[in-house]
């Protein structure tokens, strides 16, 4: 159960990351380009699921 959080974290950044690229590209009066929006999400997301298992690792160690 514990490995579908991190696929709701992914799924939901990529959700929320091609709003925000839609709505920053309006904002810059640029066009929108799907699919460098969703290289550019999905790395993040998997930075942002993968530093807090290193932090909860590091954590464990020091007990």
Same mark, same amino acid.
Do not use: A, S, T, V
């Given at each position: 159960m514990e490995d579908m959080r991190y696929v709701a974290v992914i799924f939901w950044a990529v959700v929320l990351g091609q709003v925000a /690229?839609?709505? /920053? /590209?309006a904002?810059?009066?640029q066009t929108f380009n799907s699919q460098k929006t969703m290289i550019v999400t999905v790395v993040f997301a998997i930075i942002f699921s993968i530093i807090p298992m290193l932090l909860d690792n590091? +954590? +464990?160690n020091r007990a």
């Open positions: /690229g839609f709505i /920053g /590209g904002l810059n009066q590091d +954590k +464990k």
